[in-house]
Nanobody, 117 residues
């Protein structure tokens, strides 16, 4: 019954910025961790960033210093601020949530990010 809805994807030139949003159907603090993954065409899905309920964050090495994951509990929303985007970062970006009792793993349907050269 949990729904995650991503938004904010689109077309951006290399070096530009986008902010992705993931709106959850319930409190984001009901999850142990939420994160963003991406999947480039023909490639496997990979972790981009995660934020734990206590506020700890993890980033893929390739995005450190450029991407920031954050949250707004009042809006049940997790964000991914992406700066200085690169063409190779084109792909579908998915919101993920894990946790609860019993444990669950939820996925949004994704939002497409296209970074042009």
């Amino acid at each position: 019954q949990v729904q995650l809805v991503e938004s904010g994807g689109g077309l951006v030139q290399a070096g530009g910025s986008l902010r992705l949003s993931c709106a959850a159907s319930r409190s984001i603090f009901s999850f142990n961790v939420m994160g963003w993954y991406r999947q480039a065409p023909g490639k496997q899905r990979e972790l981009v960033a995660r934020i734990f309920s206590g506020g700890t964050t993890i980033y893929a090495d390739s995005v450190k210093g450029r991407f920031t994951i954050s949250r707004d509990s009042a809006k049940n929303t997790v964000y991914l601020q992406m700066n200085n985007l690169k063409p190779e970062e084109t792909g579908d970006y998915y919101c993920n949530a894990e946790g609860g009792s019993p444990w669950r793993n939820y996925w949004g349907k994704g939002t497409l990010v296209t970074v042009s050269s």
